[in-house]
């Protein structure tokens, strides 16, 4: 009996499928939320979840990433794959950076209450809440990836999808306002990594700790990349509200709204994104580098249509499908949604050469990708004055500056080892310092 063959799965890493399904029902959950919230409250009160929204996609993953990254990287790549000593280094590390940057909530906690929150206090308590959550859920998220679970990986987005809907419609029920739905975004979390470990076996943290420096070389430049990822993501609502003027209050919330349609296929994306990195780490790890080529075109090639369907469906349908999910407070024009979607088409060709270049430990090139591209954004939102429209096309600006960027920097990398236009692997190419590899360890 044979088995059959799907041309598309045969592209994606192993445990893309499992975790696409987790983060379905995740997306789903997730727009449940934003159009109760966005039904309930308005526009303009819908505003100040929205930002907070942005902001948690900004200083979670965006400070938090690099401890996934890492942790999955040196799993993967580690012959006996012990968790105990990265594990515990890594939440030292995550420990630390939760706390400075609570520090530095509260220090700025009037002033992000009342020019982001409209004075609502239960918002930033749900931030507190949420720069914890995702420190322990990047951490966790990356020991199931390293270890290829990715069934438990996937559970993560159940439990954080659904547990904010959960929660939010509990809340709203008993005691209702706009704090109702901050506290649901900060405990959503908590409920994914709960959902994450049942069930998980041999996980023990056994051992001593690695030191801290031994934990990663480059993880200064992964996180000023990952810092550099989450304002690409997230800059774009928090320029339109910083440029909106004072006849333009619900702005902020119709372009997030737009956002979050076009950039559906991103959401997906990370299925794609959190089983890609173990599986390139491996083959950088086993001298494969040839393979990990070749793997690595055929899945940009499957982005990169997949990118320019949801262009044409935007297109067609974008605006319309804005309309019928959040009302009509929340419409938009086509040539937003086409441009919007564009971008997302684009950020998932970066991130795919992100992840690349963190599997070769070219962390500092990926790096300086993104700072050359993030510089494109105020140039090109300084020469416009159409308020959507500049920060549409700076954010398409920069991340065709970043693609472009990676992609020479990823060339020149492959071509110093010797591999690139189809080079013969050496046995002994992964002891070669010239790669920066130090056989399967980390």
């Known amino acids: 009996?044979?088995?059959?063959?799907?041309?598309?799965?045969?592209?994606?890493?192993?445990?893309?499928?499992?975790?696409?399904?987790?983060?379905?029902?995740?997306?789903?959950?997730?727009?449940?939320?934003?159009?109760?919230?966005?039904?309930?409250?308005?526009?303009?009160?819908?505003?100040?979840?929205?930002?907070?929204?942005?902001?948690?996609?900004?200083?979670?993953?965006?400070?938090?990433?690099?401890?996934?990254?890492?942790?999955?990287?040196?799993?993967?790549?580690?012959?006996?794959?012990?968790?105990?000593?990265?594990?515990?280094?890594?939440?030292?590390?995550?420990?630390?950076?939760?706390?400075?940057?609570?520090?530095?909530?509260?220090?700025?906690?009037?002033?992000?209450?009342?020019?982001?929150?409209?004075?609502?206090?239960?918002?930033?308590?749900?931030?507190?809440?949420?720069?914890?959550?995702?420190?322990?859920?990047?951490?966790?998220?990356?020991?199931?990836?390293?270890?290829?679970?990715?069934?438990?990986?996937?559970?993560?987005?159940i439990g954080d999808g659904l547990g904010r809907l959960v929660v939010a419609l509990v809340l709203v029920a008993t005691a209702g306002g706009i704090g109702a739905y901050g506290l649901a975004v900060g405990l959503a979390p908590f409920i994914g990594v709960a959902l994450a470990l049942a069930g998980q076996r041999e996980l023990s943290l056994e051992g001593p700790a690695e030191p801290v420096g031994a934990f990663s070389r480059a993880f200064g430049a992964l996180l000023v990349a990952s810092v550099a990822t989450a304002l690409v993501l997230n800059m774009s609502p928090l320029a339109v509200e910083v440029l909106a003027g004072p006849d333009q209050t619900d702005e902020p919330g119709r372009f997030l709204n737009a956002l979050l349609v076009a950039r559906i296929p991103l959401f997906f994306f990370q299925a794609v994104q959190a089983s890609l990195l173990p599986k390139l780490s491996g083959m950088v790890g086993a001298g494969q580098l040839g393979q990990m080529r070749e793997s690595?075109?055929?899945?940009?090639?499957?982005?990169?249509?997949?990118?320019?369907?949801?262009?044409?469906?935007?297109?067609?349908?974008?605006?319309?499908?804005?309309?019928?999910?959040?009302?009509?407070?929340?419409?938009?024009?086509?040539?937003?949604?086409?441009?919007?979607?564009?971008?997302?088409?684009?950020?998932?060709?970066?991130?795919?050469?992100?992840?690349?270049l963190i599997a070769c430990r070219a962390q500092g090139r990926m790096a300086a990708a993104w700072l050359v591209g993030l510089a494109a954004f105020p140039v090109v939102v300084a020469l416009g004055d159409d308020l959507f429209l500049r920060v549409e096309l700076g954010l398409l600006a920069t991340v065709l500056v970043t693609a472009s960027a990676m992609a020479l920097l990823l060339v020149s990398r492959l071509r110093t080892a010797a591999l690139w236009m189809g080079a013969i692997v050496a046995p002994e190419l992964g002891r070669q310092d010239d790669f920066g590899l130090t056989g399967r360890g980390a």
Do not use: K
């Open 1 to 157: 009996m044979t088995t059959r063959r799907y041309p598309i799965v045969d592209r994606l890493p192993e445990g893309t499928v499992a975790v696409g399904g987790g983060l379905l029902v995740n997306g789903l959950a997730a727009y449940a939320f934003i159009t109760l919230a966005s039904r309930d409250l308005g526009p303009e009160a819908y505003t100040p979840v929205g930002l907070l929204w942005a902001l948690s996609f900004l200083l979670g993953p965006g400070f938090f990433q690099p401890l996934e990254q890492e942790v999955a990287r040196i799993v993967a790549a580690r012959s006996d794959r012990r968790i105990g000593p990265v594990a515990r280094t890594a939440g030292c590390v995550g420990a630390s950076m939760v706390g400075l940057l609570g520090v530095l909530a509260l220090l700025l906690g009037d002033r992000i209450r009342h020019e982001l929150f409209d004075g609502h206090g239960l918002l930033l308590v749900g931030l507190l809440l949420v720069l914890v959550g995702l420190g322990i859920g990047h951490l966790v998220r990356g020991v199931l990836a390293g270890l290829g679970r990715f069934g438990g990986y996937g559970r993560y987005f």
């Open 296 to 356: 690595l075109i055929r899945l940009l090639v499957l982005v990169i249509g997949l990118g320019l369907t949801a262009v044409v469906f935007c297109a067609v349908a974008g605006a319309q499908v804005v309309d019928f999910a959040f009302g009509e407070g929340f419409q938009v024009e086509r040539r937003d949604m086409v441009l919007l979607a564009a971008s997302s088409a684009g950020l998932m060709v970066v991130l795919s050469l992100a992840q690349a």
